[in-house]
C-alpha cells in the first residue's frame, strides 16, 4: 500500500514537472495570441504593389468588441511613425521616415493616407492596436507592399526559327526589361503553359552602379529565360502554331509577345482523321529527312 502510493506520488510529481515545464508563461500567451488571432480583432488591408508617386491607402479594421481603445499605431519594420491616441489632444503624431509622406488631413485611425510614395517606402507595414484598462491587450497585423518603378519596354522575344517542321526543336529566348523585383516570366505553346528551361537574373548592361550606390539593395535586373520545345504536328492549326512569352511585375505590369512559327510544308494530314499517331510520325520523320536534303541542297548550290 505504501509503495503504490508512493507510486502515485511519483506519477504525480512527474505531472506536476512536465507540467511546469510545459507550461511556461510564454506558451500561454502564445496560446492566447492564438485565441485572439482566429477572432481576428484586428485586420490589415495592404496593396502587395504600388508605383512610384502613388497614393496609398493602410487600411486597419479593429473591433475589441467593446474593450476601449489605448492607442492604434503604424510601423513600417520596427520603426513606428503614425500613433492616434484617442483620450490625447492632439490624438494624432507622426513621426518622419524616409519616403513616408502622411496626408494627415486624409488619413483617418482606421486608414492611413500616404501620398507620393518613393520605392524606399517598400518594407513591412505593421499595424498595432492596444485597448485600454484593465485589460491592455495587443493586437497586430502587418503586410508587405512594394513601391515599384513601372517598366515601359516591352518583353524581347528571339525564337532560332520561325519556319520549321515538325520534330524540331524550337529554341526561345524572352528577356524582360530590368525591373526591382525582377519581373517573371512564363512561356505559353498555342496558349497552353509550357515550362522554361533556364531562368537567370542579370544586371543590364548599362547599369550604372554609382548612380545607384544608394539604392543599391534595390538592384534592377533583367530576367532572361529560355525553353527549348520539340514542336510535332499537333502543334501546328492550319500549318501555324505559336509560341509566347509573358513578362510580369506583380499586377502592374504584363506585356505578352508572340512569335507565329509556320510549317514547313502544310499538308494535309491523314492522322488527324484515322488518329494513328504512330505511322503519321514515321511518314513525318522520313519526309522531314527528305526535306532536309533537299534545303541542304538548295544551300549548297546558292554559294
Ligand atoms: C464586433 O465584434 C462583435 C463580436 O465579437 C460583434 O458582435 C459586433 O457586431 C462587431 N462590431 C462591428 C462594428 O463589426
Ligand atoms: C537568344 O536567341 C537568339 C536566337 O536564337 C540567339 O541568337 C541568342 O544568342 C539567344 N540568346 C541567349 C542569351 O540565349
Ligand atoms: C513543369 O515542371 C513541373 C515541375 O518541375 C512539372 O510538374 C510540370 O508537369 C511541368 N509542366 C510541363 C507543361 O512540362
Ligand atoms: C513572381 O512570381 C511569384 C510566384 O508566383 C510571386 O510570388 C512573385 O510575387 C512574382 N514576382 C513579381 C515581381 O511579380
Not at 519556319?163 to 526561345?172: A, C, E, H, S, V
Not at 548599362?206 to 538592384?219: F, G, H, P, V, W
Not at 535586373?221 to 499537333?234: H, K, N, Y
Request: hydrophobic letters at 35%; one cysteine or more.
Amino acid at each position: 500500500m505504501c509503495c503504490f502510493l508512493q507510486g502515485v506520488g511519483g506519477f504525480l510529481l512527474l505531472v506536476f514537472v512536465f507540467g511546469g515545464i510545459s507550461d511556461t508563461s510564454a506558451e500561454r500567451s502564445e496560446r492566447r495570441q492564438e485565441k485572439h488571432q482566429e477572432k481576428r480583432p484586428v485586420s490589415v488591408v495592404i496593396p502587395t504593389a504600388v508605383k512610384r508617386l502613388d497614393t496609398v491607402t493602410l487600411q486597419c479594421n479593429y473591433n475589441l468588441s467593446g474593450e476601449p481603445i489605448y492607442t492604434v499605431k503604424w510601423y513600417k519594420g520596427p520603426k513606428e511613425f503614425y500613433r492616434y491616441i484617442p483620450k490625447e489632444l492632439p490624438n494624432v503624431q507622426v513621426f518622419a521616415l524616409p519616403g513616408i509622406t502622411v496626408d494627415e488631413l486624409k488619413s483617418t485611425h482606421k486608414n492611413l493616407v500616404l501620398k507620393n510614395v518613393q520605392p524606399e517606402v517598400t518594407g513591412r507595414y505593421k499595424c498595432e492596436v492596444s485597448s485600454d484598462a484593465p485589460n491592455f491587450y495587443t493586437y497586430m497585423q502587418s503586410g508587405y507592399m512594394y513601391v515599384i518603378d513601372v517598366p515601359v519596354e516591352d518583353p524581347i522575344l528571339r525564337t532560332d526559327k520561325e519556319i520549321l517542321d515538325t520534330g524540331y526543336r524550337l529554341k526561345g529566348n524572352c528577356s524582360a526589361p530590368a525591373s526591382w523585383p525582377p519581373a517573371n516570366i512564363t512561356w505559353l505553346l498555342n496558349g497552353k503553359p509550357i515550362n522554361y528551361t533556364y531562368q537567370e537574373r542579370v544586371q543590364p548592361r548599362d547599369y550604372n552602379m554609382k548612380a545607384s550606390a544608394t539604392s543599391n539593395k534595390r538592384i534592377p535586373l533583367v530576367t532572361v529565360s529560355g525553353v527549348e520545345v520539340a514542336i510535332d504536328e499537333s502543334h501546328f492549326h492550319g500549318g501555324k502554331a505559336r509560341i509566347s512569352c509573358v513578362a510580369s511585375v506583380f499586377h502592374l505590369y504584363r506585356r505578352e509577345k508572340s512569335v507565329v512559327l509556320d510549317e514547313d510544308r502544310p499538308r494535309p494530314r491523314p492522322s488527324s482523321v484515322l488518329g494513328n499517331r504512330d505511322s503519321n510520325s514515321g511518314t513525318s520523320k522520313y519526309f522531314s529527312i527528305i526535306f532536309y536534303s533537299i534545303t541542304t541542297q538548295i544551300l549548297l548550290f546558292s554559294r
